[in-house]
């Protein structure tokens, strides 16, 4: 049952990443008191639990003792959580107010009255921006994958914010980087699928929210800033080898018929032969590794 006390829970994961958590951690409200903030170190190397708690004793951190991935560790986070709305934000994000800024204090509001706008919206995302540069947009909104290839794009992706997206409408899926959820839909549609690990969790998510009858929606009354990637690397063996593993794993839980097989066909003889050919002409053989380790276990995963 919600703390009626609590209207946000606020959730992130720690992966040897303290310096990024800290940096969100000091751009929320925490003097908020309807705001609780939930910081999950998914076992990383040092304590940095510890150090996090000390650091800020009005923060709940829970240290898990192995790491449970993406998915997983969001649902630790979840079990611990007492707000009407959850809010998932990754912790390479921060939020760019000032503490004295009464937006800062409001900063959550677009979100939960995007929610409240209608019983069937049950997920929304804010705008998110690259913390980098001119600040180009990473996500406003995503179109629908395409019905074989699975291939979509994010709208507005590196483009200068110029307020061109600041209409709020529904999109097929969540952003996993910032993504708001009701309580109530949450306890109907369930947890995180953990079977991914890394990435595609949030996709996964998303049909899981829309099967169930809810829709989701792109609120850009409120933005993060994302520096995307620190704890992965942006071209590393471990996201090449998830992305790969991943992108059939979605297919298998998400697609059914012969559609289904198309899919894979595109994905195997098209999609993981180019990209072997692409890091072989690079010289990037642990990423060759990687992508057929990642289709390897899928296989065997079965």
């Not at 998510?205 to 620190?230: D, L």
Request: hydrophobic fraction near 35%; charged fraction near 25%.
């Amino acid at each position: 049952m919600a703390n009626l006390e609590i209207t946000t829970s606020v959730i992130t994961i720690n992966y040897n990443g303290l310096k990024d958590t800290c940096e969100l951690i000091e751009s929320l409200p925490l003097e908020d008191k309807s705001i609780e903030v939930i910081v999950v170190d998914n076992a990383s190397k040092e304590d940095e639990a510890s150090i996090i708690a000390s650091r800020y004793p009005q923060v709940k951190v829970i240290r898990s003792e192995q790491n449970l991935g993406f998915a997983g560790g969001n649902n630790l986070g979840i079990k611990a959580a007492r707000g009407c709305y959850l809010f998932f934000i990754n912790n390479d994000t921060i939020l760019r107010c000032k503490k004295e800024d009464v937006r800062c204090k409001m900063f959550f509001q677009p979100l939960t009255d995007r929610l409240e706008s209608s019983p069937e919206i049950g997920m929304v995302c804010p705008k998110i921006r690259f913390a980098w540069e001119n600040h180009p947009i990473q996500f406003a909104g995503y179109t629908p994958l395409s019905r074989y290839t699975m291939r979509n794009h994010s709208i507005g992706f590196g483009e200068t914010d110029r307020g061109q997206y600041d209409t709020a409408h529904p999109t097929p899926y969540a952003h996993g980087a910032a993504m708001m959820v009701k309580r109530e839909a949450l306890e109907k549609v369930g947890l995180m699928p953990e079977c991914y690990f890394l990435y595609y969790e949030e996709l996964d998510w998303s049909m899981m929210f829309t099967r169930a009858g809810y829709s989701i929606w792109y609120e850009p009354a409120c933005t993060i800033y994302h520096k995307e990637s620190q704890a992965t690397g942006q071209n590393s063996p471990l996201k090449t080898y998830y992305l790969t593993r991943n992108r059939l794993l979605f297919v298998k839980r998400n697609i059914k018929g012969l559609q289904r097989y198309i899919t894979y066909t595109y994905l195997l003889l098209v999609v993981a032969t180019r990209d072997i050919c692409k890091y072989i002409m690079c010289q990037q053989f642990n990423l060759v590794s990687a992508t057929i380790k990642g289709i390897k276990n899928f296989i065997l995963e079965r």
